[in-house]
């Protein structure tokens, strides 16, 4: 089953962890979801094996993400 996820936000450090509008995390490399977890007593997300995203941070290390379109007038695609 596959589902279409549309991205609002993505993480400044790492742009292939994006999430949703119902703040839903996942990897759009690999398409699966990132859970919240805790790591010492701190709730977060782990963003690959050696980084670790405090979830009181996460405000302060997201933008909103990029969109690429095709253009078949320019050299490929744009950023919208």
């Known amino acids: 089953m596959n589902?279409?996820?549309?991205?609002?936000?993505?993480?400044i450090s790492h742009p292939h962890i994006k999430l949703t509008e119902n703040r839903i995390c996942y990897n759009e490399k690999t398409g699966r979801r990132k859970k919240i977890t805790t790591n010492g007593g701190s709730i977060g997300i782990w963003l690959d094996n050696k980084t670790f995203l405090v979830k009181s941070k996460l405000k302060d290390n997201i933008q909103t993400a990029t969109k690429l379109e095709y253009c078949p007038f320019s050299n490929g695609t744009i950023k919208l």
Do not use: I, P, S, T
């Open 3 to 11: 589902l279409k996820l549309k991205a609002k936000w993505e993480v």
